[in-house]
């Protein structure tokens, strides 16, 4: 990771966190941009409750002051601020690299706003540069992976690495993706997948990163 894109996902984590106000429930995305924005929040004293995304997540905003609420015990989540590994300006996702995306996905979809943060790298008019990280119940792991090289998928297991769920996960490359909507409802489909890490209309905004400037997509 270079001084510049560090630079460029601080100042995105920094404008993301002006978005939140005293009293929100917040979630808490993963990952090393999620991480600027977690540690911002605590830096200006903000009067939030977190909802973490990963356990990860939970021990540095716990470490850090910022009280905490199981997901379950919360009414709405008024916004989240997390990362992304790819995203076009249609705000089609793609997301997972740290292996916690299915808590993000059900973070996501119960917040008012997801907030997107992310360097001008993260950028892409295509996604699928990335692998597409596949998490599946280890029981149906071949299964599942049979039916992604029937989708054109080139697999491979995140060897070593078990999810906060205590699932595998499986990075499969299907090259650029033409039709990411088309190909999550697929992916959707198959009993034993839990979740993908393409993430379609879930967005509100992504806040970038670019040089000196903040360069913001909506929809």
């Avoid at 004293?45 to 910022?66: D, M, N, Q, W």
């Avoid at 690299?97 to 059900?106: D, T």
């Avoid at 489909?189 to 879930?202: E, P, R």
Wanted: proline share 2%; charged share 25%; glycine share 10%.
């Amino acid at each position: 990771m270079t001084a510049q894109q560090n630079h460029e996902k601080q100042a995105a984590a920094l404008e993301a966190v002006n978005l939140v106000k005293d009293g929100q429930v917040v979630g808490l995305g993963t990952g090393s941009t999620a991480e600027f924005a977690i540690r911002e929040i605590a830096e200006r004293g903000l009067r939030i409750t977190g909802v973490p995304t990963s356990e990860r997540s939970a021990k540095l905003a716990a470490s850090l002051g910022i009280p905490l609420a199981d997901i379950n015990a919360v009414e709405t989540i008024h916004l989240t601020i997390d990362g992304a590994d790819e995203f076009t300006e249609e705000l089609y996702l793609l997301k997972g690299g740290g292996g916690a995306f299915l808590r993000e996905k059900i973070v996501a979809e119960r917040s008012r706003q997801e907030i997107i943060i992310a360097d001008s790298g993260k950028l892409v008019k295509q996604l699928g540069a990335f692998r597409l990280p596949i998490e599946v119940v280890p029981f149906a792991q071949r299964f599942v992976w049979q039916r992604l090289e029937m989708l054109g998928a080139v697999c491979r297991l995140r060897e070593g690495f078990t999810t906060d769920e205590g699932n595998h996960v499986i990075d499969a490359d299907f090259g650029l993706i033409t039709e990411p909507a088309a190909l999550a409802a697929e992916l959707n489909g198959i009993t034993g997948l839990v979740a993908h890490g393409l993430f379609i209309g879930l967005a509100s905004m992504v806040i970038m990163g670019k040089g000196n400037e903040i360069v913001r997509f909506t929809r």
